[in-house]
């Protein structure tokens, strides 16, 4: 069952050295893009796999990641009025020191990847269907897509003995310094996670030890 499967599921940082076959995260990876929903099925965004090939990139995105977080923040503390403290985001980029690391990015759509009827729609700019076309334009849809493919591939990675780190401790997407990773990432990333086999048994000690939990089920649903 899909709840039990999910029961199975925590936040992995530390991976083993034990390298999925690479057949495996494409099978899976395939079984998520036909499972997953898409706006008029357009999926307006891309995921770049960093795998054991490219330990280089995963490296320098990691580095770039842990350094600029925190410089980031500061460019924008004036508008928060809050104090931002310089720090390495070392721990919160661990994920991305896994096999496998997804990078999810914006793209540019063709046209040749949707039918006449459906493109014509979508220039005829009707609605929001402009920023479908508009390149590497990022929108509520995008991140809202991004989660869904998460989750449905979070749960076959579980399925497969597989463990998933999730990772949003990066700059900012106005930051100007993407442009040192931007061979890497081509485009904005939205999102990344990290993928592998793991010696962990349950979830990390600040949930084990109760100073991180979730708020009360109303406080979040309004039935």
């Given at each position: 069952?899909?709840?039990?499967?999910?029961?199975?599921?925590?936040?992995?940082?530390?991976?083993?050295?034990?390298?999925?076959?690479?057949?495996?995260?494409?099978?899976?990876?395939?079984?998520?893009?036909?499972?997953?929903?898409?706006?008029?099925?357009?999926?307006?965004?891309?995921?770049?796999?960093?795998?054991?090939?490219?330990?280089?990139?995963?490296?320098?995105?990691?580095?770039?990641?842990?350094?600029?977080?925190?410089?980031?923040?500061?460019?924008?503390?004036?508008?928060?009025?809050?104090k931002v403290l310089q720090y390495n985001s070392g721990?919160?980029?661990?994920?991305?020191?896994?096999?496998?690391?997804?990078?999810?990015?914006?793209?540019?759509?063709?046209?040749?990847?949707?039918?006449?009827?459906?493109?014509?729609?979508?220039?005829?700019?009707?609605?929001?269907?402009?920023?479908?076309?508009?390149?590497?334009?990022?929108?509520?849809?995008?991140?809202?897509?991004?989660?869904?493919?998460?989750?449905?591939?979070?749960?076959?990675?579980?399925?497969?003995?597989?463990?998933?780190?999730?990772?949003?401790?990066?700059?900012?997407?106005?930051?100007?310094?993407?442009?040192?990773?931007?061979?890497?990432?081509?485009?904005?990333?939205?999102?990344?996670?990290?993928?592998?086999?793991?010696?962990?048994?349950?979830?990390?000690?600040?949930?084990?030890?109760?100073?991180?939990?979730?708020?009360?089920?109303?406080?979040?649903?309004?039935?």
């Amino acid at each position: 069952m899909l709840e039990e499967t999910l029961k199975k599921r925590w936040h992995e940082r530390y991976f083993n050295k034990t390298i999925p076959e690479k057949s495996l995260i494409q099978e899976i990876l395939q079984k998520t893009f036909e499972l997953c929903p898409s706006k008029q099925l357009v999926f307006p965004y891309k995921i770049e796999v960093l795998g054991p090939d490219r330990e280089r990139d995963k490296k320098r995105f990691r580095d770039f990641c842990a350094i600029h977080t925190s410089l980031s923040a500061k460019e924008h503390q004036d508008d928060h009025k809050s104090k931002v403290l310089q720090y390495n985001s070392g721990s919160g980029t661990a994920a991305l020191d896994a096999p496998y690391v997804l990078l999810f990015t914006s793209r540019q759509i063709d046209s040749n990847e949707v039918s006449e009827e459906n493109w014509n729609r979508i220039v005829s700019g009707r609605g929001g269907y402009f920023t479908t076309v508009t390149p590497h334009f990022v929108s509520d849809t995008n991140l809202i897509e991004v989660g869904m493919f998460s989750m449905i591939l979070t749960a076959l990675c579980i399925e497969n003995d597989l463990r998933i780190g999730y990772c949003l401790c990066m700059p900012g997407r106005k930051y100007k310094q993407w442009d040192q990773v931007s061979d890497i990432t081509k485009g904005k990333v939205l999102f990344s996670l990290g993928i592998g086999y793991s010696d962990s048994v349950g979830p990390s000690k600040p949930v084990l030890r109760g100073t991180e939990h979730r708020p009360p089920f109303e406080n979040v649903v309004k039935i």
